[in-house]
């Protein structure tokens, strides 16, 4: 599954700041209002590419998913998705792959899946993207 596009939402914080080749570097944080009471995201970028741990929130602040980039391999990231109670909801790793018209992530490998009340389910596979198969 091709999970997102990285796009910039409307406001960025006024402390976010750019590299000297015009990339985004340092801690960036962005939100869903110009007056900077929701936050939509938090994170840090390194000359331009994502780096730690990222967390996104919905618009009412609940906590959407968490991703921490990896240093080893290079390119990959674990991702953890929630329920609107807080439960995790999911669980895998992506590749990230920055091109000329945005960055793209491919999921791969098992993804873990759980009910909302935690309940383990189906594992889902992925291969650049694609769904293989679930385990029933």
Not at 12 to 33: L, S, V
Not at 44 to 53: D, N, T
Request: glycine share 10%; hydrophobic share 30%; aromatic share 16%.
């Amino acid at each position: 599954m091709l999970v997102a596009s990285c796009t910039s939402l409307p406001v960025g914080h006024a402390r976010n700041r750019y590299d000297a080749k015009g990339q985004r570097h340092g801690y960036w944080q962005e939100y869903f209002d110009a007056a900077e009471m929701h936050v939509a995201n938090r994170g840090r970028y390194r000359h331009g590419r994502p780096v730690g741990l990222w967390r996104y929130y919905t618009p009412a602040q609940q906590l959407e998913r968490k991703e921490r980039y990896l240093r080893i391999p290079a390119g990959q990231l674990s991702i953890t998705y929630y329920h609107p109670n807080g439960q995790i909801a999911r669980q895998g790793r992506a590749q990230y792959v920055l091109r000329p018209d945005g960055a793209q992530f491919y999921w791969f490998g098992e993804w873990k899946r759980y009910s909302a009340i935690g309940r383990a389910e189906a594992s889902e596979y992925y291969v650049n993207g694609q769904l293989l198969h679930k385990n029933q």
